[in-house]
């Protein structure tokens, strides 16, 4: 299983694409959109890898993504009989912010949610509060509109997250790389083809040439574009999806290991340690001690 992009734009005909999942399980394929997402979990429970965070969730999750984040979900088979109604019952809306201009979002006005959308970058959950019972109430409504009204329940969610701080990040401030308008573009195609390669041996003049640059201009440019090296993104890449198989207890660590993309046992155990603060075999425990 490989994490796929979702071209999420191409269902955004009024620019708030509304989606509700209602399905026996969960169990997402490792994937990425070009979109922003707000997802709502109603009904169920489980768990959320996003970047490098492994998180659970049940009903009354609240978590708001930006574009480009790899992710995924999975519920909790244990706890639903595929007979009964549906176990995971969700909300979720994805968006681009397109309808607001340049001038619009470099005005004072407009700071709050500029902040919020560079956060979202990362990923956050909403905790439960005032600001989480008031997103709810207004997504539930989005779901039911169309039109300006639903732009205009959109930019309250936006404005009501903005000026809140009950919210947690999702992913470590490595997965905030910067997105500017020019090069988004170009940096999708070198996303999508680590997110389709990152299990095989990745060659950097193979990467460069997709975006026609030479191996050390694409080297310089995805540092400054990113913060970060190439290898270091596509190495994030890895443990994401390695705190992902280290769920499956069926697998060893070993082959987490080689799954990932690593080929080197000693070099996995290294960068898994430098990115999550723990070892495969302490993470894996610590995941078995979440409720």
């Not at 003049?205 to 310089?220: G, K, L, N, Q, Y």
């Not at 769920?247 to 996995?268: H, K, M, P, R």
Request: hydrophobic letters at 35%; one cysteine or more; aromatic letters at 12%.
């Amino acid at each position: 299983m490989k994490p796929l992009l979702y071209d999420v734009k191409s269902l955004l005909k009024n620019s708030i694409f509304v989606k509700e999942i209602k399905t026996a399980s969960l169990n997402d394929q490792f994937h990425f959109h070009n979109a922003y997402e707000i997802a709502l979990i109603l009904k169920g429970s489980g768990r959320r890898v996003v970047g490098d965070s492994v998180d659970v969730f049940s009903g009354g999750d609240l978590v708001m993504i930006g574009p480009n984040i790899p992710h995924a979900n999975y519920s909790d088979k244990e706890n639903h009989d595929k007979k009964a109604s549906p176990y995971i019952y969700s909300i979720v809306i994805y968006f681009q912010p397109d309808w607001f201009t340049e001038q619009h979002m470099s005005t004072p006005e407009f700071s709050a949610i500029r902040s919020l959308l560079t956060k979202l970058n990362r990923g956050i959950k909403i905790n439960d509060g005032e600001t989480h019972a008031r997103v709810v109430k207004l997504m539930q409504k989005l779901k039911n509109t169309g039109g300006v009204d639903a732009l205009i329940d959109l930019f309250s969610i936006l404005n009501v997250v903005s000026k809140s701080n009950e919210y947690s990040f999702l992913a470590s401030p490595r997965y905030a790389a910067g997105r500017e308008e020019g090069t988004i573009k170009k940096l999708h195609e070198v996303y999508k083809y680590v997110m389709e390669h990152f299990t095989e041996d990745i060659q950097l003049d193979e990467v460069a040439s997709i975006v026609h640059m030479s191996t050390s201009s694409f080297c310089r440019y995805f540092k400054r574009k990113t913060q970060k090296t190439f290898i270091q993104f596509v190495n994030e890449i890895r443990i994401g999806y390695a705190s992902e198989l280290l769920i499956d207890e069926s697998l060893d660590i070993a082959q987490v290991c080689y799954q990932c993309g690593f080929n080197n046992f000693t070099s996995f155990n290294k960068n898994f340690k430098r990115f999550t603060q723990k070892t495969p075999s302490e993470y894996r425990t610590a995941l078995a001690q979440m409720p």
